[in-house]
């Protein structure tokens, strides 16, 4: 009998080749498996897209076409929403019919059988400057894993100046003169300037809702163009030694929408 040295080498490759094989075909599953997990991540990123959009949809849809009288109705979402969850208002003017200053949040499961897996969450906010209340909301989309979100909003226009210890910087009687550039971009006509003055003296006009406390509201101001050529002014006396105020300008087109204001300066008479 010999001796054959190669005995078993098949036996060897055939190991090698099947792990090799084997190493390919997990390598292979792996890249496979994680592309199939961004595919799925990226449809349930869309589905939670269309979740955020549509708690915009659904705002949107309260705040134009459940009115209350000729208000948006925004501040009336928890009332009349059966489905808006934790719907909780908060604000210094959530009532329905006139809803200048309110925050509103709530929650809304697109899929009720299966709480958790797919619904949207909202934060939103209404502002009343001029005649039109201008609202700003963040909706967020849940969808098992994956969230996404939208913000909504448009620019509010006020100009503001602060004056700091006006009785320095006054003369005698008292008297400046505010004064404000108006736009009128759309050519539609300005119907009124206003100044808000705001501080921490007393004008027997106390504002209980303005910050910080106490905080009084000396006077509103309209303003007037007299010349024509867009500067809005009026003299006031202010009648305030020693106290800082802000005056807030707002200026309303013949649409009652709110207009680019620039250039505010108080000047002493």
């Known amino acids: 009998m010999f001796n054959n040295p190669q005995k078993g080498v098949s036996l060897i490759i055939t190991f090698f080749i099947s792990i090799i094989i084997l190493f390919i075909v997990l390598s292979i599953s792996t890249l496979l498996y994680s592309e199939i997990k961004i595919i799925r991540n990226m449809g349930n990123s869309i589905s939670a897209f269309y979740a955020a959009e549509s708690g915009v949809e659904k705002v949107l849809y309260y705040d134009r076409k459940m009115k209350v009288g000729d208000t948006r109705g925004a501040c009336n979402i928890c009332n009349a929403c059966p489905d808006c969850e934790d719907c909780i208002p908060t604000g210094t003017d959530c009532t329905p019919a006139t809803c200048s200053d309110c925050k509103i949040a709530f929650k809304t499961e697109i899929i009720p059988e299966t709480p ?81 003055v705001y501080g921490l003296g007393d004008d027997n006009s106390c504002d209980p809702a303005c910050s910080p406390t106490p905080c009084c509201m000396y006077r509103e101001i309209d303003l007037s163009d007299d010349e024509g050529d867009g500067t809005w002014q009026k003299p006031w006396n202010d009648g305030i030694s020693g106290e800082n105020y802000t005056i807030n300008i707002f200026a309303m087109d013949n649409l009652g929408y709110c207009v680019q204001i620039s250039n505010v300066t108080v000047t002493p008479i």
């Open 116 to 196: 958790g897996e797919k619904y949207y969450n909202i934060e939103a906010t209404v502002n009343q400057q001029c005649k039109i209340s201008n609202i700003s909301l963040n909706s967020y989309g849940f969808f098992k894993n994956v969230s996404r979100a939208i913000n909504f909003g448009s620019d509010m226009k006020v100009s503001s100046i602060v004056i700091s210890n006006p009785g320095a910087t006054i003369t005698a009687n008292g008297k400046v003169t505010i004064s404000v550039n108006v736009s009128d971009p759309d050519g539609v006509g300005i119907e009124s300037v206003v100044a808000a």
